[in-house]
């Protein structure tokens, strides 16, 4: 059938109807490599019923489709998938206001306008072509017409044209995966058909449902699989979900910011099953007592002696009455206590008064000692779990023959100078995970493996220093540490874009504060000590000789050697008195004669 559709042509029409009695003409031949007699071209106004073959007996041939001049405020946006942004439209509107539509959109007939027999067609390739004719009213489109019935390919079709197109939503594709998803499809199937990576769809496809912050940074590519199923996994709160979103901008951030939010999950999940079998072993769980251990009549079971004046049972003695349990946090992990309520009226003893970290305290000095011991313990966990994202980051970043290159200078010069590249057995996983190998592989290893290895040994040692700070945090009696190099490994660190968490940035400034201090104190013991051991400073008066200075040990009874050449130029300054003033002073005139 003909159907008439709105136009406007600057074409004469008297060369269109020329052309088409040239091709009429040749109308009854078959084009080569196909049964396909070539139509007349469109009259304006007109769509062409019959087959319109695209190629010119090159290339492949195409299928024939329909093709038709619409007016573009009559097409339908897709049924079935369409894009919800259109993005930029000002250089495009501007393009079809001057030129009008030149590139033809993809539409399918979708059946007839209600009580006529005017087609209705939908776009499936071209709806920012089509609104920007719209908009510039520039009505008139060129279209082809497809009559395919596979809703599916032609999602797939239009997903790949706008692939090459800019500002195609990623939440928009995400969009058209599920619906091809609703078709029966599987994740794999897509991705193979758009030649992407399965992840990739699989990550869009999940991110459909997430806030408005995940769908950003779908859209910027930053947002990865892993990402999506944090967020997924802390659905049930919004206020830790939120969390998440606020770090999405930083992966590093992100994988910090998640590893605590799991381990307070896990936390939880520890303590309700600690408590449970507390329950469940017949103990009455009660809060932890106020002033516990050093304060009330409240004394732990494992602290307790019986009438026979032997250690009490805990396990023995927990359900019985006068004996309760609670559960507190012993860093990371939750813990049971079980303890007496009152130890005299229950006929047993106590085996210490107090304990001997907290002998000769007030019962407010060892409240207070307490308090402090539980945030260093927490600071301590923080650390500790801070070390397995930092490790993580390590990992991706020096472990690989390329990473490996931009510390391996750092790594050769510590070699050279003979320093220590120790680490302890806890630290092995971490080398053989930075590609580092085993002596007997090293022994008749290649340059590249070598040096893989060197730089794994010297991260281990860097490492193995921040796990001292660990212990040192850990302990009231401190722990050797080389300061220098851990505000060393924080500045590499730092360099290459690493965000060290609250806690590692606060204990940097600290120890690069202290660290500043006993430089300068040092500064000054070595001005002391060289006064005591008696030198004078000779260098040149001049601008020119500012840099020639020199420290000499001056002796009782010697005068100061100069420097050749500029004896003329020269000054001694004496800045001290050793020994008997009579004697060791020297003169006016002794350092008149020396210059």
């Known amino acids: 059938m003909t159907t008439v559709a709105t136009h406007t042509s600057t074409t004469p029409e008297a060369e269109i109807h020329a052309a088409a009695s040239e091709l009429a003409d040749q109308s009854g031949t078959a084009m080569a490599g196909t049964d396909l007699a070539p139509a ?11 087959a319109v073959h695209l190629n010119t007996g090159d290339q492949p041939p195409l299928p024939p ?4 001049v619409l007016d573009a405020r009559y097409l339908l946006d897709p049924q079935v998938f369409s894009r919800t942004q259109l993005g930029d439209m ?18 399918r007939a979708v059946g007839y306008w209600p009580g006529t027999e005017i087609e209705q067609f939908e776009v499936i390739q071209g709806k920012r072509r089509k609104h920007a004719a719209v908009a510039a009213e520039r009505f008139d489109v060129p279209c082809w017409i497809a009559q395919s019935d596979d809703d599916v390919q032609l999602i797939l079709d239009m997903l790949e044209a706008n692939s090459h197109h800019k500002d195609l939503e990623r939440a928009e594709e995400a969009e058209a995966y599920q619906t091809i998803l609703d078709f029966g499809w599987s994740e794999q199937q897509i991705a193979d058909a758009r030649s992407l990576p399965v992840e990739q769809v699989r990550t869009a496809v999940k991110a459909r449902t997430l806030p408005a912050l995940a769908q950003r940074a779908l859209n910027q590519g930053t ?3 892993d ?5 997924e996994e802390f659905a049930g709160s919004p206020e830790e979900q939120q969390k998440l979103l606020a770090e999405l901008s930083d992966e590093w951030r992100f994988k910090q910011a998640l590893a605590r939010l799991r381990e307070k999950h896990a936390y939880a999940r520890n303590k309700e099953l600690t408590r449970a079998r507390l329950v469940l072993d017949g103990v009455d769980v009660t809060p932890k007592p106020r002033g516990f251990g050093y304060e009330g009549t409240a004394v732990p079971a494992d602290q307790l002696l019986d009438a026979d004046g032997e250690p009490v049972d805990v396990e023995t003695v927990k359900a ?9 946090k012993n860093g990371a992990n939750a813990v049971s206590v079980v303890y007496c309520d009152d130890p005299e009226t229950r006929g047993y003893t106590r085996k210490r008064a107090t304990s001997s970290a907290h002998r000769g305290m007030s019962p407010e000095e060892i409240a207070a000692q307490e308090e402090r011991d539980r945030l260093q313990q927490e ?18 970043t020096y472990g690989t023959a390329k990473g490996s290159k931009m510390l391996f200078v750092a790594a050769l010069r510590t070699a050279a100078l003979s320093k220590s590249l120790g680490r302890s057995a806890d630290l092995n996983e971490l080398y053989q995970a930075l590609g580092g190998s085993t002596d007997d592989v090293l022994a008749t290893a290649g340059e590249d493996r070598l040096r893989r290895s060197l730089v794994a040994k010297y991260i281990c040692n860097r490492e193995y220093n921040l796990d001292a700070l660990l212990q040192k945090h850990g302990s009231r009696y401190g722990y050797w540490l080389d300061e220098k190099s851990v505000i060393a490994w924080y500045d590499e660190l730092r360099e290459r874009e690493y965000p060290l968490t609250d806690d590692e940035e606060a204990v940097y400034q600290e120890m690069t504060a202290a660290l500043a201090v006993d430089d300068e104190d040092e500064d000054e013991e070595e001005e ?18 500012a840099g020639d200075v020199t420290e000499q040990p001056l002796h009782h009874g010697e005068d100061p050697e100069l420097p050749h050449g500029d004896a003329d130029a020269a000054v001694v300054q004496v800045d001290f008195l050793s020994g008997d003033d009579e004697d060791d002073a020297l003169q006016d005139d002794e350092l008149t004669a020396a210059a």
């Open 223 to 225: 947002l990865t699989l």
């Open 90 to 107: 000002t250089e495009l509107i501007a393009s079809v206001t001057e030129h009008g539509v030149r590139v033809p959109l993809v539409v």
């Open 40 to 50: 007349p071209p469109l009259a304006i106004g007109e769509i062409v019923d019959g």
């Open 65 to 68: 489709i329909r093709a038709g």
């Open 379 to 396: 600071l301590l966990e923080r650390l500790k779990l801070a070390a397995q994202v930092r490790r993580e980051f390590l990992v991706a």
């Open 227 to 231: 990402q999506v199923q944090a967020l």
């Open 320 to 328: 019985l009455p006068g004996f309760h349990g609670f559960v507190e």
């Open 528 to 545: 002391e000590d060289d006064d005591e051991n008696g030198y004078v400073v000779i260098g040149a008066a001049d601008d020119d000789h």
